[in-house]
């Protein structure tokens, strides 16, 4: 909770990646609350107060992830939601051509996120979600101590440049901060 607080305010993309980690690491524990206090909660060295509000947070998350049947695999929808609105932004920052940064990022990473669609099971998704796929699929591997290729970690690269200064205009835009 006070995490994915602080990145909602600071880094949308960092905050929906943070969140599909908490998604793994729920259904890693198998929705348990014991094993949530243990493990998620107790890392937290906070008030009492805190404590149970973190708790709290987990465990609605747990719920919402079972009443939505995401248990197995998927993610909740207000997150997907979130991603469809960042895509939303994206195309509004490509038609405008208000942010000329931002077109030349998508360029250098639009024939990633093909290649990585073109790998993917999941055929159909928009560009800023893959990007988020493609993102959390490298998070993973070094979560997993796996390898990653310089030309892979360079092909990345680009993705993360590209979500980074969305990420960055859609909270100017939230703000106020950035108009079309």
Do not use: C
Request: proline share 2%.
């Amino acid at each position: 909770m006070l995490i994915a607080k602080e990145k909602r305010r600071t880094n949308i993309a960092e905050y929906i990646l943070y969140l599909w980690q908490v998604e793994d690491l729920l259904r890693a524990l198998k929705f348990d609350p014991d094993q949530i206090g243990k493990t998620l909660v107790a890392r937290f060295e906070v008030e009492d107060d805190t404590r149970l509000e973190i708790f709290d947070w987990y465990r609605n998350l747990s719920s919402m992830m079972e009443k939505e049947r995401v248990t197995q695999a998927g993610h909740l929808q207000f997150v997907l939601n979130l991603i469809d609105d960042l895509n939303q932004f994206h195309m509004q920052l490509l038609q405008s051509g208000k942010d000329p940064r931002y077109v030349s990022l998508f360029q250098l990473a639009k024939p990633v996120i093909d290649e990585f669609e073109s790998k993917s099971v999941e055929k159909g998704q928009n560009d800023i979600r893959l990007g988020f796929q493609a993102l959390y699929s490298i998070m993973l591997l070094r979560l997993q101590k796996k390898e990653i290729s310089t030309s892979t970690q360079s092909a990345i690269d680009h993705i993360s440049r590209m979500m980074g200064h969305l990420s960055a205009r859609y909270l100017q835009h939230e703000k106020g901060k950035f108009e079309f």
